[in-house]
């Protein structure tokens, strides 16, 4: 699946489910930045969009409406992400919105949420960066649910071996030279991998991923391998 197919959609999904100031939010406050971020940080890092939303609605300590950039919500954790640009808007800030814009965060963060910020700039020119950085979030606020090599098949345990042994990324066509299956469930397995966390995309192509490589927060004592 391609990036900008699976993005249309994540739009679309998203459009169907909002209502009022929540879907004019999102048509008109979505924009270039956070596409980008889409695209060169969240989807090279786990090739999917599950429980991300965007522009999403909360309500914040004087009972007014906000908007985070993209919520993650997933078990018991809430990120915020936003997106932060360096234009004629940021610099024109007054001083009570710079003060009411810090204070806004430390009620997200007393609600419990976790706050990531990027610059647009990061986003733009230093994206492995950015996706490091989140893929370290999410190895260390999921990985006890998830590391489990008990929770893995066989077939995906031969699978973490083998790029533990070529020590680099690993191709479809890899895993049915080890498993001797088509190339269909090769995927399937190496997307459930992604999931699991134990993977991350290793490159793409115009239409997929054409290879895969293991989590930079996973080692192998993670795998009891």
Not at 58 to 68: K, V
Not at 84 to 104: T, V
Not at 186 to 199: D, G, N, P
């Amino acid at each position: 699946m391609s990036f900008e197919f699976a993005y249309s959609e994540f739009i679309k999904f998203h459009e169907k489910k909002l209502r009022g100031e929540s879907l004019r939010r999102l048509k008109e406050g979505h924009g270039y930045a956070e596409k980008l971020f889409l695209e060169q940080v969240w989807w090279p890092a786990f090739g999917h969009f599950e429980n991300l939303y965007p522009e999403y609605e909360i309500y914040d300590f004087r009972d007014g409406i906000r908007f985070i950039d993209f919520a993650l919500l997933r078990d018991s954790h809430h990120l915020a992400i936003e997106i932060d640009g360096y234009g004629p808007h940021s610099q024109k800030m007054s001083r009570s919105q710079f003060s009411d814009q810090w204070m806004r965060q430390n009620h997200l963060i007393i609600d419990g949420w976790k706050i990531l910020r990027f610059s647009y700039d990061d986003v733009k020119e230093r994206p492995r960066m950015c996706e490091q950085l989140i893929q370290q979030f999410m190895g260390k606020w999921f990985s006890k649910s998830l590391k489990e090599p008990g929770q893995l098949s066989s077939e995906e345990k031969d699978i973490l071996r083998l790029s533990l042994r070529l020590k680099q990324s690993i191709t479809p066509k890899d895993v049915c030279t080890l498993l001797n299956i088509e190339q269909q469930k090769a995927r399937k397995l190496l997307h459930a991998l992604i999931e699991k966390q134990f993977l991350v995309p290793g490159g793409r192509g115009r239409q997929r991923l054409y290879c895969y490589k293991l989590s930079n927060v996973i080692s192998t004592a993670d795998l009891g391998m």
